[in-house]
Structure formats: C-alpha cells, structure tokens
C-alpha cells in the first residue's frame, strides 16, 4: 500500500464536491483526506493498493452532480508523521 497525492482542477469548491469525494471514498474503505487549495484546485491524499487507483480516479471524476473535474494528476509521495491518516478518510481545511 502506498499514499498518493491527486489534484483535481476544475469546478470542486463550493459544489460540494470533498463531501462527496468522503463518502464514497470511505464506502470503498480508502483511507485518506481531501482539502480545498487556495487556487481552486482539491487536494486528495490516500492510501491504495496499485489495483485501487482506477476506482479512486473514476470517484474523483465523478465528484458531486454539480462538479465539473477538468484534470486530475497524481503521484506517489512520502507522508510526514503529522500527515499520516491512520482510520477513515476525512475532509480537511
């Protein structure tokens, strides 16, 4: 299992898109969090197994039904010991 980092672009503040991304995120048992960026963009932080991360990205495509998600791009990172998420996945400021 490893932690990536997603930034999705495109309408995702203020249609509530992380409420949407949390709840099927922590239906499919993903743990990690989602926070709103000061450009506009969402961050999204998780943990996956390779084989989850055509799910994680259709759930970001998908967002909310007044979302519009322009470009999602992710990338394997190393989590600090405060950024560790050790149960569920949680909204973020």
Known sequence: MKAYRFLVSGKVQGVFYRKS???????????????????????VVAYLWEDQIKDMLAILQNGSPLSK????TYETIELD???IVYDGFEIRS
């Open 81 to 83: 010991e405060d950024e």
């Open 21 to 43: 991304i949390m709840q099927m995120a922590s239906l499919g048992q993903i743990q990690g969090y989602i926070k709103n960026l000061s450009d506009g963009d969402a961050e």
């Open 69 to 72: 998600v322009e470009n999602i």
